[in-house]
């Protein structure tokens, strides 16, 4: 039996429990999504908590640096956590496994305006082995994996769920130098204008 005697030990200890906190509370947003209960103050968080939530859990014992860039005031996007979490949690899990013996992790994130759009952008980076660009052409498809064993169901979700909120993904990367993972998350509506907009759209013409 291995007690938790010492620093190191306690922090992995640590970990797990937080670790299956959040598996619980993942599940019980999971359940209020599928059944239409989940409030709008239940769906307001922060991207960079998500960011550093996903991030928290790569072990100490680890030999990847992590190396945060993340902007004081994110915009709300137009996603609900689980979504965002489970995009992140893949990105950066694959990340992570391809740099098996150490490496350098970047996350940053950014609020951006493209042709008078706002969108929030989260950039992964790694320093691991890359992706050929064979992978890289199919990446969107189940089949696609850099793992000998892998079946690419986690960057397929990834890009489904990118795609489902208007959403936009890049990935670029070379074999031998890294990848680097960028999303662009648009964000949430909410302004007098868009209401007043949603509102005329909806209303009918005078006179009918």
Known sequence: MIRANN?????????????????????????????????????NFSVNDVVLEITSMIFPGSNIKKEM????????????????????FNVVINSVQA???GGNLKC?????????????KITIADTGGGIPSEVLKEID???????????????????????????KQEINSQPGFGTEFEVLIPVLSNTAEDVKGIL?????????
């Open 7 to 43: 620093t190191k030990h306690k922090k992995f200890l640590a970990l797990g429990i937080k670790a299956l906190n959040r598996i619980e509370s993942i599940l019980s947003l999971m359940q209020k999504l599928a059944k239409g209960k989940l409030t709008i103050m239940e769906s």
């Open 200 to 208: 005329n759209k909806c209303s009918p013409p005078v006179g009918e």
């Open 141 to 167: 498809q189940p089949h696609a994996s850099t793992k000998t064993n892998g079946h690419g169901f986690g960057l397929c979700v990834v890009c489904s769920l990118i795609k489902r909120c208007g959403g």
């Open 108 to 120: 940053k994130t950014e609020n951006m305006v493209i042709n008078s759009k706002k969108y929030v």
């Open 99 to 101: 740099m098996p013996y």
């Open 69 to 88: 860039m993340l902007c004081e005031n994110p915009w709300p996007i137009n996603l609900d956590y689980v979504s965002l979490f489970r995009i992140l």
